[in-house]
């Protein structure tokens, strides 16, 4: 059966059946920028938000005005839709070319916030001295999870400049026939991994999770009650700190001992998946302390390796 794909930002009031895929807004990453930028204000963390909003603006001004990228292969999307593929398939990409370009674009848009951290400055002049099979190497590591592979100061901007290229791919793709799968476990266009849940609070979708990915942002629909990650149907515990953002919750599995934070809309209309966990790191903390995993990477938050 193939599933539905809304256009961006669009809900189908007179769907009898909600989308099983939910494509990104086109002002995505300025949404994210503005939330960042609140939530950065009297946040122990501030001026780390404060960066990534900097960071998400300039995906917002190159996915605005991108530099001439090939666009994804229809004939190539074809076939492995076909097949059961993802379509931008993220571990096959990520070893041309095409997204560099996007990359230097982002590095051309990006104004740090004043005053400039120097240890910032010496991983965006690392980034930038990094030759084009270097910075290739670095896409390859963090897509595979090889995150010891990348500096520590570099990932956070490698993994922007593959967001900004997967989500604008995404949007300039027709993936209409991708199919509706049930325990979808990576995400159907590119394959990457979850990043966190959303649950609608509105409209068709409403109580309905969707999980978002962690590099093209497209969304799609997977039952609650259920692990994500090991598709346990057993008791899950939804954990949260007071002073964490509203309507944060982590999915944690004893089953398989890994977690996935959840943005609940109708505690939080205005909430967005990427800025919410990022003010949520704490969470991630008590989580680490407890024992559990986090399912997958947030990748403006990449752990990388010394420099």
């Given amino acids: 059966m193939s599933g539905t794909i809304l256009e961006p930002g669009q809900i189908a009031a007179a769907a009898s059946k909600p989308a099983f895929l939910q494509l990104p807004p086109r002002n995505l990453f300025g949404l994210r920028a503005e939330r960042l930028a609140r939530l950065a204000e009297g946040h122990a963390l501030g001026g780390y938000l404060g960066l990534l909003a900097a960071v998400c603006r300039a995906q917002q001004q190159v996915l605005d005005a991108p530099p001439p990228v090939p666009a994804a292969d229809p004939q190539r999307c074809a076939q492995a839709i076909a097949h059961g593929m993802p379509p931008l398939a993220c571990d096959n990409a990520v070893r041309e070319d095409a997204w560099l370009a996007l990359l230097d674009a982002w590095l051309d848009a990006l104004v740090p916030p004043v005053p400039v951290n120097p240890s910032l400055n010496a991983a965006l002049e690392q980034l930038r001295g990094a030759d084009m099979g270097q910075r290739k190497a670095w896409g390859v590591a ?10 520590a100061g570099v990932a956070p901007f490698v993994g922007a400049a593959l967001q900004l290229a997967w989500s604008h791919w995404l949007l300039t793709a027709d993936l209409a026939a991708i ?129």
Avoid: F, I
């Fill in 142 to 151: 963090l897509v595979s999870g090889q995150y010891a592979s990348v500096p």
């Fill in 179 to 307: 199919a509706e799968a049930e325990d979808q476990q990576t995400c159907p266009a590119c394959g990457a991994l979850p990043m966190a849940g959303v649950v609608h609070g509105h409209g068709v979708r409403n109580g309905l999770r969707y999980l978002v990915c962690s590099q093209c942002a497209c969304e799609w629909h997977y039952v609650r009650l259920k692990c994500s990650h090991c598709k346990s149907t057993k008791r899950l515990d939804y954990l949260h700190l007071e002073h964490s953002p509203h309507g944060v919750r982590a999915e944690a599995c004893p089953e398989c001992r890994h977690y996935l934070k959840q943005l609940y809309l109708e505690r939080e209309p205005a909430g967005e998946a990427l800025s919410a966990d990022l003010a949520s790191l704490d969470l991630d903390l008590l989580l680490d302390g407890e024992g559990y995993l986090r399912q997958a990477p947030n990748l403006l938050m990449m752990p990388g390796g010394e420099g």
